[in-house]
């Protein structure tokens, strides 16, 4: 039996690269520590299943994010990784700057 959402707020935390992601979502997506740190490893672990037992216990993968930093204008990286998040099982929710 999985719980319905795992909803990962990040709004609080500067996101200024992928390396920055990684180490916001590793503890509560319970990341082990052998994860790749990589757009391949991170679609893998969402989309794919089987590496973060704390995302596979759950239905939805919800990871919300402020409008900054990384996430601002047409970052390459940003556009790859926020494409990995399906919208359906996966979801990445990005906020405007209040």
């Not at 709004?11 to 997506?29: H, Y």
């Not at 672990?45 to 759950?58: A, K, L, P």
């Not at 926020?82 to 919208?87: H, L, N, S, V």
């Not at 979801?91 to 405007?96: D, N, S």
Request: charged share 25%.
């Amino acid at each position: 039996m999985t719980d319905r959402e795992l909803i990962v707020d990040l709004r609080g935390r500067p996101i200024e690269t992928l390396d920055d992601f990684w180490d916001a979502v590793s503890e509560p997506c319970g990341l082990p520590t052998w994860f790749g740190r990589n757009l391949d490893a991170w679609s893998d672990t969402i989309e794919t299943r089987g590496i973060s037992e704390v995302i596979d216990s759950h239905d939805i993968l919800t990871v919300h994010v402020v409008q900054r930093g990384l996430f601002t204008g047409n970052r390459p990286e940003a556009q790859v990784l926020a494409e990995i998040f399906d919208g359906v099982r996966n979801r990445l929710v990005v906020h405007p700057l209040a």
